[in-house]
């Protein structure tokens, strides 16, 4: 099996189907993920190909970004039944990327190294600068304000109201999701880079209350 064609045949299909997001969600996003995950990888012995493969796809079939959830999987499997001759390999990258989206805070935990090497990938995506980024990409996507004083954050960690888009701030999404993501790193070397990332998003936030409040 030559790897690197798949990964690179991969490559232009993730382009393919993320090109056009603005939510955050595109093909950069899917790159940096996979970059992570596979230096993660290398940090904890987990299978690097399977970790690039779930990492590349795993937005593929978001469904923010699909009909359905099932939608979006079939998608996934349909492609990877195109290029893949091994199905145990195809199950696995399957459970990875149906196991992992955040879904406010609940979820199944991963069942292998490699699923946690993704999932954690992912996470660190959301946070540090690029988190930050992302988060006031998406909130203008989707209609939300900036911030608002009188506007506390939510605590309900359902799905429901954690995909209920018309409701938050972007910065109440830093309390609601983001600041929690480094209690749920999986990884030894995935917390390692979340704490940094963390007080990174910890330092931002002084910051613009500070300067939110400075006319007041």
């Not at 990492?55 to 009909?67: F, M, T, W």
């Not at 955040?102 to 991963?110: A, Q």
Request: glycine residues 8%; aromatic residues 8%; contains cysteine.
């Amino acid at each position: 099996m030559n790897t690197s064609h798949i990964i690179s045949r991969t490559e232009d299909f993730v382009q393919e189907q993320l090109g056009q997001d603005t939510t955050g969600h595109d093909w950069w996003h899917s790159d940096r993920v996979r970059n992570t995950a596979c230096a993660i990888a290398a940090q904890e012995q987990a299978d690097p190909f399977i970790c690039a493969m779930a990492a590349l796809l795993h937005d593929v079939a978001d469904e923010k970004l699909n009909p359905s959830k099932e939608a979006g999987m079939e998608k996934v499997r349909n492609w990877l039944l195109s290029c893949l001759e091994d199905h145990s390999q195809i199950d696995h990258i399957l459970e990875i990327i149906d196991t992992m989206s955040y879904s406010g805070g609940g979820g199944k935990p991963m069942k292998t190294l490699e699923g946690q090497v993704v999932q954690d990938a992912d996470r660190l995506d959301a946070l540090g600068a690029i988190g930050i980024a992302r988060t006031f990409v998406f909130s203008g996507a989707k209609g939300r304000p900036m911030h608002d004083p009188g506007l506390p954050p939510r605590e309900e960690s359902l799905k429901a109201e954690y995909r209920d888009y018309s409701k938050g701030t972007a910065v109440n999404h830093f309390y609601e999701k983001l600041l929690k993501l480094k209690d749920l790193m999986n990884t030894s070397y995935g917390r390692k880079l979340a704490e940094e990332r963390h007080g990174f998003m910890l330092h931002f936030l002084e910051e613009f209350y500070k300067e939110w409040n400075a006319g007041s």
